[in-house]
């Protein structure tokens, strides 16, 4: 993965870093191994400021296919413009994280990654969102989740289990960076690593 332009905001180089760090420790905790090349897909993911990160933690794996998706054009464009990826192909789309059970082109992931959930600004949109996630996942596929505050992650976690999801990993980020603009809030303050229930049906999608 090539970082073509700088990141925007003081202090996103730090976090990603420190980012990269947890997921290493997350996915070492879930015993992750994939037949490269990796197909990867990055929900929500706004400017997808840790795309890099993502990228180093998953090596020795390779990445053969990334897409991240999002509502806002600008913080898409700002994706395209920064991230490349020479050995592969890579894309960032604008369009409705919630709705990947209609986008019926996408294949079946190897890794699906949300920063930053939001699960109790809009319940009932992230009970959809995470529902057509794990339906994503190939059978030895993950969803990897980070988390802002501790009560919304406890709620994260719960919502995937209730959908008969597998909580490989929860670490809980001692190096996370707190955040001024509100009490307990910390840059990927948890990370939770969950694999598909069996009985979870793979949407279908055209083979890569």
Not at 44 to 62: S, V, Y
């Amino acid at each position: 993965m090539i970082q073509r332009r700088p990141f925007r905001y003081p202090g996103t180089d730090e976090d990603v870093v420190r980012l990269e760090a947890l997921l290493r420790d997350g996915l070492r905790a879930a015993g992750f191994h994939a037949a490269d090349p990796l197909a990867v897909l990055n929900l929500a993911c706004g400017r997808a400021d840790e795309t890099g990160a993502l990228g180093k933690a998953l090596e020795p794996m390779k990445i053969g296919f990334y897409l991240g998706i999002d509502l806002r054009p600008d913080a898409i464009a700002e994706a395209a413009a920064r991230w490349a990826l020479p050995d592969g192909e890579i894309g960032f789309r604008c369009g409705d994280a919630a709705a990947t059970d209609r986008m019926r082109q996408l294949p079946a992931f190897d890794f699906i990654f949300i920063r930053h959930q939001n699960y109790w600004h809009e319940p009932a949109v992230w009970d959809r969102l995470l529902g057509n996630a794990l339906g994503r996942l190939k059978p030895s596929g993950l969803l990897v989740c980070t988390s802002y505050f501790d009560r919304e992650h406890e709620l994260l976690v719960a919502a995937l289990r209730t959908r008969g999801a597998a909580l490989l990993a929860n670490l809980r980020h001692a190096q996370s960076r707190p955040l001024p603009d509100a009490p307990g809030k910390s840059v990927d303050r948890h990370l939770a690593i969950f694999r598909q229930a069996q009985e979870i049906a793979l949407h279908p999608g055209p083979a890569r």
